[in-house]
């Protein structure tokens, strides 16, 4: 018996202060909980539950969440657990979830991320005077929003530094991360252009109006002369905050089953949960990365696709230099560098970009790669069902 798939959604990713602002992390779970309701078209006794994924718990989030429930068509009895995380959230959700399944005390469950950067930043600073909203203050936010979420940790400061580092020994230059950036911004853009998310992107609501992919983060360009006047991190450091994942307000959702209990409901499965492990840092999550791919090239069959779910053009460039892969190999629909980083939910919105990757380009097996700001690393390998 095995782990499956049945269906995943996301909503559309914004820059905090942006279109999705004003929502919070139930509001922006609601619309792809209605959306999980319509599609699956099944009794409501087959959902068991949603299990989500937290960096931050929230004890005021349960009763908000379970109105959200109702408010989607399903009872009220609906079980919800916060799976709380400091790091890897959306991944160890996703390992409990497994293990429900698979000891078969839950036959289907509900697993998701939501995540408001805006919510959790001072207002204030995100919606500055309209005289304040100039290129040099924009570079000046985000690497204070970057600085102050992502590497909050007194270890995501020494991870900065040894990215620095690793850049340094290899010497690449600012301009290769730079290049990177935009290359994987142009593949995000083709690929809401091309209408790859269609099945997976859902529409939000807001006071404003509709929030469609037209609102996506990817579409907001990076301009060459932006990254060039982007100040780094540090002085002299070649790591800046546009060549850096920009964070992002958004939400994921995902319907998972066992392989017999998705027979039984003539579902069609997405792809099946082959194993997902964790490691304590990148040298071992790429050796044993490095191992799956040797293993493929002496059996001469495909090699997996590989996702990479990290906020730095740096890191994502050096693990394609290991793994001996090209970056535009990697990646395809953008990655977190271009659709944005929402803290907490990025993993799943990179599980379900592999997903559409895998499916469009005909790949059997996904191997995605995920981090915390702690260098800690998960490996999940889903198969093409």
């Not at 909503?11 to 309701?37: A, D, K, N, V």
């Amino acid at each position: 018996m095995r782990a499956v798939i049945v269906e995943g959604l996301r909503t559309p990713l914004c820059f905090p202060g942006g279109c999705l602002s004003e929502l919070t992390i139930e509001g922006l779970m609601l619309p792809l909980m209605q959306q999980i309701h319509e599609r699956l078209t099944l009794n409501d006794a087959d959902i068991d539950g949603l299990l989500l994924g937290r960096a931050l718990s929230d004890t005021h989030l349960e009763l908000s969440i379970e109105e959200a429930f109702i408010q989607s068509g399903f009872p009220e009895r609906l079980g919800f657990t916060q799976v709380q995380a400091d790091g890897l959230s959306c991944m160890r959700a996703l390992e409990y979830a497994v293990g429900l399944l698979l000891s078969q005390c839950s036959q289907m469950l509900l697993v998701g991320a939501s995540e408001s950067i805006s919510q959790h930043l001072n207002q204030a600073f995100l919606h500055p005077s309209h005289e304040e909203q100039t290129s040099e203050s924009r570079v000046h936010q985000e690497k204070s929003l970057l600085l102050s979420r992502w590497l909050g940790h007194r270890q995501g400061s020494e991870l900065l530094a040894a990215i620095e580092k690793t850049r340094l020994d290899q010497h690449i230059s600012r301009q290769t991360l730079d290049e990177l950036v935009m290359a994987a911004q142009k593949r995000a853009i083709q690929a809401l252009e091309q209408d790859l998310w269609f099945d997976q992107l859902v529409p939000v609501v807001t006071e404003g109006g509709w929030v469609t992919e037209q609102d996506d983060a990817a579409l907001n360009p990076i301009m060459q002369e932006n990254l060039i006047a982007s100040e780094p991190f540090e002085a002299n450091s070649g790591i800046t905050p546009l060549n850096t994942a920009r964070l992002a307000d958004g939400a994921a959702l995902l319907a998972v089953t066992t392989d017999h209990h998705a027979m039984q409901q003539g579902l069609m499965p997405l792809a099946t949960i082959e194993y997902l492990r964790f490691f304590r840092n990148r040298m071992d999550a790429l050796t044993f990365v490095k191992r799956e791919m040797k293993q493929a090239r002496n059996t001469y069959t495909p090699l997996p696709y590989l996702e990479i779910c990290d906020v730095c053009a740096m890191d994502v460039l050096d693990i394609c230099q290991q793994l001996d892969l090209s970056p535009t190999k990697v990646n395809l629909l953008g990655g977190c560098l271009a659709t944005g980083y929402p803290i907490g939910a990025s993993g799943f919105i990179s599980l379900l970009a592999g997903l559409v990757a895998i499916n469009s380009e005909q790949y059997e097996q996904l191997l995605l790669m995920t981090r915390d700001a702690r260098d800690r690393w998960s490996v999940l390998s889903l198969r093409r069902s």
